[in-house]
């Protein structure tokens, strides 16, 4: 009755399908950037280097299969932004842009804006080990982000949820800066 309803089918099908694997893979990669992520809050930054590389490798090939489904894979881009950025703090001491990670800028600033919770927990862990410079140098990165990041202020449907992530960075940067101050009054 429908004319040409066997290749409309099939083009359906072609499409469920690579919905599904983008939906596989993304689960994939969020799991993956977390593992990487406690690699690295465990001070197993070579496991996490690796993990890295494999993260890389996986959101390439979810780049050429998620056009239409973007919506699905974009919590895998900002988890491997965050895990990416988050390494590259810790290696390198340096912020990574988002053409050198590949990212749009979407993806990218809600990845760093998460980037901030995994910098606080670096912070405590270098202040309990008696590390304090080193917390402050994690700090004044927290810092640097969120003052740049201070004036962005779009439409939730342009930037989802980005308000909301610099609330909770900002509570984040203060309650870390009132504990390395008092750090700092202590040891006097």
Known sequence: MIPEIK???KSLETLQARQ?????????IVRLAGESISNMHAKRHA???RQLARLKAMIGEMRKIEEGFEYYSMQS????VEAAMLYSIIANGTVPGP???????????????????ELK????????SGNINKAQGYFRIMQGIYDTT?????ANSILPNFRRKQDVARIQLESTGSELLRLKADSR
């Not at 201070?150 to 779009?154: A, P, S, T, V, Y």
């Open 7 to 9: 290749k409309i089918t």
């Open 20 to 28: 599904d694997k983008v939906m596989s893979l993304s689960r994939a």
């Open 47 to 49: 496991e996490a280097k």
């Open 77 to 80: 881009h900002q988890e491997y």
């Open 99 to 117: 053409k050198e990670m590949g990212e749009n800028s979407v993806n990218y600033m809600l990845g760093v804006m998460d980037t901030m919770g």
């Open 121 to 128: 927990r670096e912070c405590f862990e270098e202040m309990r």
């Open 150 to 154: 201070l004036h962005i202020r779009f």
